[in-house]
């Protein structure tokens, strides 16, 4: 069974960063998409950043572009999200997902194998 394992989170201060991983368990992500998706209390989860099997093509959510960067590592079977310049508003669960295809859209029901999640919060 396709597993994924996200972890990184933590707590930083306003401006700090933290660097998202997600590993695959049993199998290799060479052939999905991954996204990275977040979640914070009473709001819906949303997209937050995609990338292609290749690691060609690349998404951003606009809230994110220029501050956060997604990344594969092939040889170590892992995809990264890189996040500088946290915002308050960043706080939130943050769950990385594989999916099938690329459309080049961060779409929850594009992704069919999701992570546990990892807590990211944002603080002073």
């Known amino acids: 069974q396709l597993q994924l394992v996200g972890s990184g989170g933590g707590l930083v201060q306003p401006g700090g960063s933290l660097r998202l991983s997600c590993a695959a368990s049993g199998f290799t992500l060479d052939y999905y998409a991954i996204g990275w998706f977040r979640q914070a209390p009473g709001k819906e989860r949303e997209g937050v950043s995609c990338?292609?099997?290749?690691?060609?093509?690349?998404n951003y959510a606009d809230s994110v572009k220029g501050r956060f960067t997604i990344s594969r590592d092939k040889a170590k079977n892992t995809v990264y999200l890189q996040m500088n310049s946290l915002k308050p508003e960043d706080t939130a669960i943050y769950y990385c997902?594989?999916?099938?295809?690329?459309?080049?859209?961060?779409?929850?029901?594009?992704?069919?194998?999701w992570g546990q999640g990892t807590q990211v919060t944002v603080s002073s």
């Open positions: 997902a594989a999916g099938n295809s690329w459309t080049g859209r961060c779409r929850l029901y594009e992704y069919n194998y």
């Open positions: 990338i292609s099997s290749s690691g060609g093509s690349t």
